[in-house]
């Protein structure tokens, strides 16, 4: 497949009735574009990619119903940005935690991660 993750992260939630986010890197190597068909947690009913947007000045989020990774390329979620929207939560996720995901693309192919949780206002793995 040549697909990777780099820098998974997660901020930790404000108990179980907001939804929380998460972040990464996603790394094609592979010489085919790689479409990101699904992502599952148990810690979560859902698990949508969802862009943060402004309009007239008004910051909204969209869900991303179809997320590609080009050959060589790269699609990195951040905060601001695309990110992993984690949303009906079965438990908070706590600082110095980690929360699995499952990504899975075309193909068949998946990738298991354990994304580390930092605080709630966390800008990244080392801010």
């Known amino acids: 497949m040549g697909v990777s993750l780099e820098r998974p992260w997660a901020r930790a939630s404000i108990g179980t009735s907001r939804p ?3 972040y990464l890197t996603i790394v094609n190597r592979g010489l085919e574009p790689a479409r990101l068909v699904d992502i599952t947690t148990p810690l979560a009913g859902r698990a949508e990619v969802h862009l943060t947007v402004k ?3 008004v910051m909204r989020m969209e869900q991303v119903e179809r997320l590609d990774v080009p ?3 790269r699609v990195v979620f951040e905060p601001g ?3 992993i929207m984690l ?5 908070p996720l706590t ?3 980690t929360l699995p995901l499952t990504l899975r693309f075309s193909g068949g192919g ?3 991660a354990s994304v580390p949780v930092f605080g709630p206002g966390a800008r990244g793995p080392d801010r």
Request: hydrophobic content about 30%; charged content about 20%; aromatic content about 0%.
């Open 55 to 57: 309009t007239d000045n």
């Open 87 to 91: 949303l009906d939560l079965r438990q």
């Open 95 to 97: 600082k110095g935690g």
């Open 110 to 112: 998946s990738i298991d």
């Open 71 to 73: 050959p060589g390329g």
């Open 81 to 83: 940005g695309l990110h």
């Open 20 to 22: 929380a986010a998460a």
